[in-house]
Structure formats: C-alpha cells, structure tokens
C-alpha cells in the first residue's frame, strides 16, 4: 500500500534552516510528483509547492520563492523539502502528500506531518 | 485570508443535511480549475473526500457528494452522522500570481 512517511519534530533558532524528509513506498517514486503543504497552529492549509519526482522540475509558491528547496533521491523514494531563514511565523505541521499523476495537485496520500518550532 | 472563501462553520443535527460552500474567481475555480475537497480529523494529516468537483474516492459514503458552478463549489454532507464532524478543505489552483495550488480557510462541522 501506499505509504509516506515523515521526518520526526524539529526545533530550530530563527535565521536557521530546516530539512524535512518524506519516505515513500508502494507504488513508483517517479510517477508522481510531491507536494508540500504546511498548517500552522489553527490554521488553513498552505501550499509550499511541489516537485516532480521524475524530472526533478520544482514549482515554489511565490511567498515561499528564495526560501524553500526541493529534492528528491530516487534511488530512496525519497522527497525532501528544506527551508531556510526560518521566522516564528514559519511553526507548523508540514505535510508532504503524493499527486496523483505528474502534474497533477489532487493529493490522493499524504505524509503523517512533521513539526517545525522556531525558538530562541 | 485565503482566496477560497469558505464559511468558518456549519452545524446540523444528526441525519440532517449541511453543505459548504467554497467561492473563488475567474483566475482559479472560474477558469475551469478542478476542486478537490479533503476532510481533516484533529491531530490527524488531511484526507482526500471529493476529487475533480464531484467525484468520490474509494470507500468515501454516498452521502458526501460535491458541485461546482462558475467561480464557487460546494460539499454537501447528507444524513450527517457524529464521524462527520472535521474540518473540510476545498483545494483548487490558481493562473495569477498567488499559489499556484490554493486551499480554502476552512470549514468546521460540528454535528449537535
């Protein structure tokens, strides 16, 4: 089956970066691209952008653009998303989750989520 | 402030019938983007409910069922039951310059 596996909770100073990683298995890595996601504290879903898994071609959210990388190591089905210059604004649960298809943003599984905190 | 609107809440009493609604414009929902709906239980990662604006994945109820006219979709949930109580997100993807993969804000049921 289909599974995504996260990174365990991080805590990072602000100015830091962070790496979060995603372990997929059961189906191909590089038929479909990964999305990030991230909820802060009681709210909404955002979107940090995705990357094909095959191609390697990233799209970042403007508001994250500069900020945040993408990669991927295929031989691992494994996804990564690093962000950098973190802010306190920047705690949250980040999500990874599969698209269905290469190009697609209909996110059929999705990671159990990893939190990042940002402290002094 | 997200640029899927979506009420903050609805209610309903058990068996009753809630919907929710998700308004975005011409440059996402209105352009001919699909809607995608996912219910999240607290503590817990999203799930996905309804995908390409009506359609259900395996093992979601009948009784959730999604529209999409113009720029706004909507998620009805008939004969709500206690499990139904989550937050639901419609998802969508934006052609101007913010996203370009936008969620709503949000939508909490609570079954009374």
């Known amino acids: 089956q289909v599974q995504l596996v996260q990174s365990g909770a991080e805590v990072r100073k602000p100015g830091a970066s962070v790496k979060v990683s995603c372990k997929t298995s059961?189906?191909?890595?590089?038929?479909?691209?990964i999305h990030w996601v991230r909820q802060a504290p009681g709210q909404s879903l955002e979107s940090l952008g995705w990357?094909?898994?095959?191609?390697?071609?990233?799209i970042y959210s403007q508001k994250f653009q500069g900020r945040v990388t993408f990669t991927r190591d295929t031989s691992a089905s494994t996804a990564y998303m690093e962000l950098s210059n973190l802010k306190f604004e920047d705690r949250a649960v980040y999500y990874c989750?599969?698209?269905?298809?290469?190009?697609?943003?209909?996110?059929?599984?999705w990671g159990q989520g990893t939190l990042v905190a940002v402290s002094p | 402030q997200s640029v899927l609107t979506q009420p903050p809440s609805v209610s309903g009493a058990p068996g009753q019938r809630v919907s929710i609604s998700c308004t975005g414009s011409?440059?996402?929902?209105?352009?001919?983007?699909?809607v995608h709906w996912y219910k999240q239980l607290p503590g817990t990662a999203p799930k996905l409910l309804i995908y390409?604006?009506?359609n259900r994945p395996s093992g979601v109820p009948d009784r959730f069922s999604g529209s999409k006219s113009g720029t706004s979709a909507s998620l009805a949930i008939a004969g709500l039951q206690a499990e139904d109580e989550a937050d639901y997100y419609c998802?969508?993807?934006?052609?101007?310059?913010?996203?370009?993969?936008?969620f709503g804000g949000g939508t909490k049921v609570t079954v009374l």
């Open positions: 989750a599969r698209a269905n298809g290469s190009g697609s943003y209909l996110l059929d599984f």
């Open positions: 998802q969508s993807y934006d052609s101007g310059l913010i996203g370009p993969v936008l």
């Open positions: 990357m094909h898994t095959g191609n390697g071609n990233r």
């Open positions: 390409g604006n009506g």
């Open positions: 011409s440059s996402n929902i209105g352009s001919g983007y699909d």
């Open positions: 059961g189906y191909t890595f590089t038929r479909n691209a």
